[in-house]
């Protein structure tokens, strides 16, 4: 069964560094949304995009965040200057089309710890 | 606003049938899903619900009302390997041309034997 996919699944980095996260989605997916999770807390929306563009964004994804599909698989969030307060698990999820009953396919998540 | 409630934690037995209880209000309705999650993987997929009424996938079934703004899940014959969040997402539609889901804090079930 086709899959999404993440790298790093673990990433740790300096307050104030620059850190890409990367995301292979499934691919006759045309729909693409980061979310995080903080360690026991829920699931939170940070940004949707379709046609190579962002459809929606979060209060959470501010100047720091930005994202980008570079070529025709992969799909990444930067984080220009990271926090403390950025250290969460970030899922990547895919949906095949707009239709409402289409699920997100989440992938296994970047553990992004930032000291 | 939006607001999605589930309770925190429960407790069932191998073997025996749970009823994990999710109520919403949102903005905009267009689906509600549930997904699994076990600690430190990725949420998967578990069922949808758009119109009111049961839903039955094997040992799993959910249930809607959306004039009351809620929805359970239904687990039966409970195996340990169930033992894992279960988290409750509504589709909102009213906001952009975007799918996301918004999602509850989730419910932690433990499965002892």
């Known amino acids: 069964e086709p899959e999404v996919t993440q790298t790093p699944s673990h990433q740790v980095t300096q307050m104030g560094q620059e850190v890409i996260l990367r995301c292979v989605p499934i691919s006759n997916h045309l729909y693409f949304y980061w979310y995080r999770q903080i360690l026991g807390q829920k699931v939170e929306f940070l940004v949707s995009?379709?046609?190579?563009?962002?459809?929606?964004k979060s209060e959470i994804f501010d100047d720091q965040f930005s994202v980008e599909r570079p070529d025709g698989s992969n799909f990444t969030l930067k984080i220009r200057s990271t926090k403390l307060e950025d250290s969460a698990m970030y899922f990547c999820?895919?949906?095949?089309?707009?239709?409402?009953?289409?699920?997100?396919?989440f992938g296994n998540g970047t553990r992004l710890t930032v000291t | 606003g939006q607001n999605i409630d589930q309770p925190t934690e429960m407790t069932a037995t191998e073997g025996a049938i749970v009823q994990i209880n999710c109520t919403y209000q949102?903005?905009?309705?267009?689906?509600l899903f549930w997904y699994q999650q076990h600690a430190g993987e990725a949420p998967t997929f578990l069922s949808y619900?758009?119109?009111?009424g049961l839903e039955e996938k094997g040992r799993f079934s959910s249930f809607l009302s959306r004039s009351k703004g809620y929805s359970y899940l239904l687990l039966k014959e409970l195996q340990m390997k169930d033992s894992a969040s279960y988290l409750c997402?509504?589709?909102?539609?009213?906001?952009?041309?975007?799918?996301?889901?918004?999602f509850g804090t989730g419910t932690l079930l433990a499965v002892q034997p």
């Open positions: 995009f379709y046609n190579n563009e962002i459809s929606e």
């Open positions: 999820a895919s949906s095949e089309a707009r239709g409402d009953s289409s699920p997100l396919h």
């Open positions: 997402a509504v589709r909102d539609h009213l906001r952009g041309a975007t799918n996301k889901l918004i």
């Open positions: 619900n758009v119109l009111d």
């Open positions: 949102t903005s905009g309705f267009n689906g």
